[in-house]
């Protein structure tokens, strides 16, 4: 089975400052580019003179345009690329989307948890599920516009100094009666945290949660990035369930921070 994804031509044509720490791109990307139509999906962002890839939710897509949100970290690579001069009109590469969210048949309500880097996917979702849906996001700004009307959401502040407090909000929920879905992304360490609280405490089983770490707070810039894709893929054709990929990932990264 090849590990190689499809890469798509893009080009910056558009960007908007919609927070302190959130910035929108509107990319015109190949026409060859199809959403898989999965909430959580995301690309591979690959900008001028760079070969390593970040990753990006797919906030929308349609009539050529793609439209990412991105959250600037203090320091970082697409970071600092996204607020220079020269960023709208860049040409860049996507890959082709791949996504993650799936909740199984009986579930009868959503529970979504995240931080700035998860807002976008945690929009989406709500924008297109008819479950009843239950969002914390733990942020820095005020977005209280960002989610669609009505979306039954509480918003965390995100701690002085950056670090993150959802592995605990986690741990205090009340959580709805019955069969749902619990879904997660945002920084790794609260992530691992949390994937040991509802196998160990809430003892889920694995079709009921899905937990992403999206990135590593670091204190140096990691040499290399670890490319969720063929891991996924690779998870995927052995009959892994998302949660052992995602627990794959985590390791890669770990690994390769260490190194
Ligand atoms: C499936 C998926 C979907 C995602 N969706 C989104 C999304 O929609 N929007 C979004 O914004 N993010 C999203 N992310 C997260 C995003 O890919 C990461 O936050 C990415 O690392 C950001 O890239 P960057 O180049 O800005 O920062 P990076 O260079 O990757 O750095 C990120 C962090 O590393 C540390 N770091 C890096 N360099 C230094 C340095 N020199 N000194 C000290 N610390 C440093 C800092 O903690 C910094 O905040 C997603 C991730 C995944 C896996």
Redesign the pocket.
Known sequence: MSTRASQYAARVEHRERLSPH?VRLTLAVDGGFRSTGIP?E?VGLVVPGQFQS????V?SHGDGALV???????????????VRDDCVGSEVTVTEP?G?FDPPPEAAWLLLVGD??????MARVAETTTLPTRIWAEVPDDLATYLPPGADVTWLETPAGGSSRLAETVESLDWPEGDGYFWM?GESAQMRAIRKFLMRERRLPASAYDV???????????PR?VD?GPIWRAGKAQGLSDEQIWAQ?DEAQQKTAQA
């Open positions: 959130l959580d995301w970040r990753y990006y939710t906030r990412l949100d991105v959250v600037l970290h203090e320091v970082g690579l697409v970071t600092e690329w996204v791949k993650s700035l880097t998860a807002l976008p996917a992304a992403m770490g999206y990135w590593r707070a670091a204190a140096a810039r990691q990035a969720p990932y």
